[in-house]
């Protein structure tokens, strides 16, 4: 049997929480490789690349994803915007990048502009915040001010990179507009397929799914062949960790040999089985392929993964196949925030450490040892501070899901207002010099105790591995506040 080709390239399927106006492609051409080919220093001629660009956009992949911090993407697909009248130009996603740091109006304003500047239209279609540590809560204040800019006709719709269900969950129970998610997602990485899916679901969400490929090793030419010993590029050498870390070669081996039967039964490539399998889920919008400028020989074959369907013994087969293999540990995103890091790479620590925390510490006036400081006006008021050091002890004030300005976040959610009390914690001990793993004690004080076990669970998705000592008992709140928490760490003596 043979998947026919389609003469054009799906549109997205409603449900969908873009806009009918925001007509994408269910493949979105990534651009990630512009970066790999500038890494040396070199610069693509915009117009020469454009040109490449203009191939895709003419085979109906009018989708393309860029990123302000993959070389010159944006310039590349400006100068591509300049050649269509505005009402049939090719769909452009976004994606910022700022350093955390205090997002105030002025400061998102200017991230936006650069972002219309450098590709030459009024409106951004999609604009993606990308935020490398939730333990600078300033991610949520750049939102809310993206979905002002929204409201004023500069921004179409909001979506995030690599966020998990948690922090989803939080920005969504504080009012921001998320229409997408993009993440990790294909039958190496399931990890989507969980809780991210569930809450995307209910909450009309929807996922862009990049990955999907595993940076071309989901294909024939891998099949049977040994693990590669050398790999140049960079989303190769991301995809091989994510081999590793689930299950290793052999493993992946039994996978494709797997993938590659159900494609022989169906007269089509791995890669359309790949692509066709990540699709089929519910919460997927669009399935991300990377765009090589230059090189077009892959996009008749990714159209036949629209006249593909999966039935009940293609999906049992990959079931044995992926019980065979190891789940990718934590949840989507992870792979940036903490070890085993599965980027490119590999330990970002280099690129971590470089990252202003989100606290400020200071000598203790009256003995030796670290005032640690959130910036909330209430501190300095009321005499306290958010954390204290002294000799490899930090303990940390009770702390409530108020930022800056006092206000309260994610009212009346108690699990989306642990989330983020666990994130301003964390950025207390880091700027004290610990890290959230050195926690013993634990103190949570709730309002309600119904919302026990949304607490709970936010509580261990932090401290599943770690289990402090914790206490929990109803208390009486001041304000909107459903949770209190207050936290003791133990810095170990070896790491000073």
């Not at 650069?114 to 409106?123: A, I, S, T």
């Not at 989100?358 to 400081?373: K, N, Q, T, Y």
């Not at 309600?448 to 932090?462: E, F, K, N, Q």
Request: hydrophobic share 45%; glycine share 8%.
């Amino acid at each position: 049997m043979t998947a026919a080709i389609p003469t054009q390239l799906p549109r997205r399927t409603p449900p969908t929480a873009l806009p009918e106006a925001t007509d994408i492609s269910r493949l979105v051409a990534r651009l990630w490789q512009v970066a790999d080919i500038e890494k040396s220093g070199k610069t693509l001629d915009p117009e020469r690349a454009a040109d490449d660009q203009a191939g895709y956009a003419a085979a109906g992949f009018n989708t393309f994803d860029l990123a302000d911090h993959c070389g010159s993407d944006e310039i590349v697909t400006g100068a591509l915007m300049r050649r269509y009248p505005a009402a049939t130009r090719p769909i452009a996603f976004a994606k910022w990048c700022p350093p955390p740091r205090p997002m105030n109006a002025a400061a998102v304003r200017a991230g936006v502009q650069e972002r219309l500047n450098r590709l030459g239209v009024d409106r951004l279609d999609l604009l993606q915040l990308r935020w490398w540590t939730f333990e600078h809560p300033a991610w949520l204040d750049a939102l809310h001010h993206m979905a002002s800019l929204r409201e004023e006709g500069l921004i179409g719709e909001i979506g995030v990179p690599n966020f998990d269900a948690a922090h989803l969950g939080l920005a969504l129970a504080d009012g921001v507009p998320v229409a997408t998610n993009q993440v990790s997602f294909s039958m190496v990485d399931r990890r989507a397929a969980g809780a991210l899916s569930a809450l995307c679901s209910e909450r009309g969400v929807k996922l862009l799914a990049y990955g999907t490929l595993c940076g071309g090793f989901l294909s024939e030419r891998w099949l049977e062949l040994a693990e590669p010993t050398e790999i140049t590029d960079w989303s190769k050498s991301k995809c091989k960790r994510f081999i590793d870390a689930g299950g290793r070669w052999a493993a992946f081996q039994g996978l494709l040999a797997a993938v590659a039967g159900i494609a022989r039964h169906h007269g089509v490539s791995v890669s359309n089985v790949a692509t066709a399998w990540v699709l089929g889920h519910e919460a997927v919008a669009a399935a991300i392929v990377g765009a090589r400028l230059g090189e077009a020989e892959h996009q008749a074959d990714n159209l036949r993964a629209f006249g593909l369907a999966l039935d009940d013994a293609d999906h049992a087969a990959l079931d044995v196949a992926f019980s065979a293999m190891t789940a990718i540990p934590g949840d989507c995103g992870d792979e940036y925030h903490k070890p085993p890091y599965l980027t490119a790479s590999g330990d970002l620590s280099h690129h971590l450490d470089r990252i202003a925390p989100a606290c400020d510490a200071a000598p203790l006036a009256h003995r030796e040892g670290l005032r640690v400081s959130s910036g909330s006006r209430r501190e300095p008021v009321a005499g306290y501070s958010r954390a204290i050091r002294t000799g490899d002890t930090i303990r940390v004030s009770g702390t409530t899901a108020t930022d800056v300005a006092d206000r309260v976040v994610a009212k009346g959610d108690a699990g989306a207002q642990t989330v983020y009390v666990l994130d301003k914690i964390a950025g207390a001990i880091t700027a004290a010099g610990g890290k959230i793993e050195d926690v013993v004690r634990t103190r949570i004080y709730l309002r309600d105790p119904s919302t026990c076990d949304a607490v709970a669970l936010a509580h261990g998705r932090v401290f599943g591995e770690v289990r402090p000592a914790n206490t929990l008992v109803v208390a009486g709140l001041i304000g909107d506040c459903e949770v209190e928490i207050e936290a003791e760490a133990v810095v170990p003596a070896n790491r000073g």
